[in-house]
């Protein structure tokens, strides 16, 4: 069952990267204009913002993730 799930999801993979590969992006528009507008304002929100955070929540879940790991191997032992 494993095995023909990991072919199936490598078949998706392979075919996405094809259609990826084969997308060609649109033509501008004649003389730099645009059909659809101006383009939209860039976001006022940093990307960074709150970074701190998430590096922290990253390290105690992976530690959560570890201790539940050395629990289940214990108890299966």
């Given amino acids: ?7 199936v999801l ?3 993979f392979f075919l996405f990267g ?3 590969g084969l997308a060609k992006a649109t033509p501008p528009a004649p003389n730099g204009k ?3 507008g ?3 304002p860039p976001p006022g929100l940093p990307i960074n ?5 998430l590096i922290v929540f990253a390290v105690f879940f992976g530690i959560y993730i570890i201790y539940k790991r ?4 214990k108890i299966s032992t």
């Fill in 1 to 7: 069952m494993k095995t023909i799930s990991n072919i």
């Fill in 38 to 40: 101006p383009p939209p």
């Fill in 10 to 12: 490598s078949c998706v």
């Fill in 18 to 20: 094809i259609l990826n």
């Fill in 34 to 36: 645009t059909t659809n």
């Fill in 49 to 53: 913002d709150h970074l701190f955070y």
């Fill in 70 to 73: 050395n629990q289940d191997n």
